[in-house]
T-cell receptor
Framework: EPEVTQTPSHQVTQMGQEVILRCVPI?????FYWYRQILGQKVEFLVS????????KSEIFDDQFSVERPDGSNFTLKIRSTKLEDSAMYFC????????????FGPGTRLTVL | AQKVTQAQTEISVVEKEDVTLDCVYE???????LFWYKQPPSGELVFLIR??????QNEISGRYSWNFQKSTSSFNFTITASQVVDSAVYFC????????????FGQGTTLQVKP
C-alpha cells in the first residue's frame, strides 16, 4: 500500500541553525501539507501546497519557514533559523484532492532544538 | 477560525466496555468535511473516517461507529467492546472551508483501555 515517507525520523539541531525536513508524498497525490504537533498538544496546520505554489499558510508559517518541491517526488520544509519553540513533531501529508479525499500522513520528524 | 472541540481530555475504560468520544465543530458552511484520526503511542496519524456534510447516515466499521448530527454540529465516535490496542489519542478534524485542504484539529481525546 502506498504511503507517505519522511526523513529523518529525528533531527537535533542548535538554535539558529537551518534545518530541512524531507517528505515523499504518495505518488499520484497532487496536494501536499505540513503540520506540526508540539508534545502533548493538538496537530496544527502549517501550509498547503498545490501546483508548485503555497495555497494556504497559517500564522505559524512565518518568514522563517519555506516549502519546496525540488523534483517530482520530494516535498521539503525548511526552517531558516530555528528557535527553541520550533521543537515539535512535523508531519507531512498528501491527498488526491483537498477536503474531498482524506489526507494520508507520514510518520513524522521529531525536531529538537537545543 | 472554525473550531473543533473535543471536551473529553482523557477517558479510561476497562477492556470490553463501550466508549464514546465526543466532537463538536463550528461551521458557517453548507458543505464541509469531518474526519477522525487515531494517534497510537508510536506517534503516527492514522486516518479512520471522512464524512461530508450531506451524508448524515451513521457509519459502522467493525467495532467502530460514528454518529453525525448536523442539528447539534456533532460527530461522535463510539468504540464497542474496547480492546487494549484501542489505547491512543483520537483527533476529530474538519476542513478549513477554503478548499486548500487545511485541516483544523480538535485537542484530542486520550483513550486508555485497561485489561
Amino acid at each position: 500500500e502506498p504511503e507517505v515517507t519522511q526523513t529523518p525520523s529525528h533531527q537535533v539541531t542548535q538554535m539558529g541553525q537551518e534545518v530541512i525536513l524531507r517528505c515523499v508524498p504518495i505518488s499520484n497525490h497532487l496536494y501536499f501539507y505540513w503540520y506540526r504537533q508540539i508534545l502533548g498538544q493538538k496537530v496544527e496546520f502549517l501550509v498547503s501546497f498545490y501546483n508548485n505554489e503555497i495555497s494556504e499558510k497559517s500564522e505559524i508559517f512565518d518568514d522563517q519557514f519555506s516549502v519546496e518541491r525540488p523534483d517530482g517526488s520530494n516535498f521539503t520544509l525548511k526552517i531558516r533559523s530555528t528557535k527553541l519553540e520550533d521543537s515539535a513533531m512535523y508531519f507531512c501529508a498528501s491527498s488526491e484532492q483537498p477536503a474531498v479525499n482524506e489526507q494520508f500522513f507520514g510518520p513524522g520528524t521529531r525536531l529538537t532544538v537545543l | 477560525a472554525q473550531k473543533v472541540t473535543q471536551a473529553q481530555t482523557e477517558i479510561s475504560v476497562v477492556e470490553k466496555e463501550d466508549v464514546t468520544l465526543d466532537c463538536v465543530y463550528e461551521t458557517r458552511d453548507t458543505t464541509y468535511y469531518l474526519f477522525w484520526y487515531k494517534q497510537p503511542p508510536s506517534g503516527e496519524l492514522v486516518f479512520l473516517i471522512r464524512r461530508n456534510s450531506f451524508d448524515e447516515q451513521n457509519e459502522i466499521s467493525g467495532r467502530y461507529s460514528w454518529n453525525f448530527q448536523k442539528s447539534t454540529s456533532s460527530f461522535n465516535f463510539t468504540i464497542t467492546a474496547s480492546q487494549v490496542v484501542d489505547s491512543a489519542v483520537y483527533f476529530c478534524a474538519r476542513d478549513g472551508s477554503s478548499n486548500t485542504g487545511k485541516l483544523i484539529f480538535g485537542q484530542g481525546t486520550t483513550l486508555q483501555v485497561k485489561p
